[in-house]
């Protein structure tokens, strides 16, 4: 990561299966049930709590061959301070490329978030077909 170690931590809310590192919130990150060498999605709400600004710049799974930030701005998801950002289907999210395994329905698995500027974290995604379901 551009020669910086980063600190990688985990922290949970079991009851809202949130995460939290520092200034960023992640709320519900979710992926849709997929098959063995094909792409998944993962969706979830991304929330600054810092002063000043920061990236989604990439994101990593052992589940996957490779995991591409998908939508309006390709390469990373500005992250403004207090301005929630929503990664839905249909729109921007993160997509998980050639599965290694089979995701379905309450299967979860571990996605590395990687900031421009915050550490990178892990949050564990719950596969279900609409989120909450």
């Known amino acids: 990561m551009g020669g910086v170690l980063?600190?990688?931590?985990?922290?949970?809310?079991?009851?809202?299966?949130?995460?939290?590192?520092?200034a960023i919130h992640v709320g519900h990150p979710w992926a849709r049930p997929a098959d063995v060498g094909a792409f998944g999605e993962t969706y979830m709400a991304l929330v600054n709590r810092g002063a000043g600004s920061d990236r989604l710049v990439g994101?990593?799974?052992?589940?996957?061959m490779?995991?591409?930030?998908v939508g309006e701005q390709a390469?990373?998801?500005?992250?403004a301070p207090g301005r929630p950002v929503a990664l839905r289907p249909g729109g921007r999210h993160i997509r998980l490329e050639r599965l290694t395994r089979r995701l379905v329905v309450g299967d979860r698995f571990d996605l590395m978030l990687h900031f421009a500027r915050a550490a990178s974290f892990i949050v564990e995604v719950v596969v279900e077909e609409l989120p909450g379901h």
Do not use: E
Request: glycine share 4%.
């Open 6 to 22: 980063a600190i990688i931590a985990r922290a949970t809310d079991a009851r809202a299966h949130d995460f939290r590192r520092g």
């Open 59 to 64: 994101a990593a799974a052992d589940i996957a």
């Open 66 to 69: 490779a995991t591409r930030i």
């Open 75 to 79: 390469d990373a998801i500005d992250l």
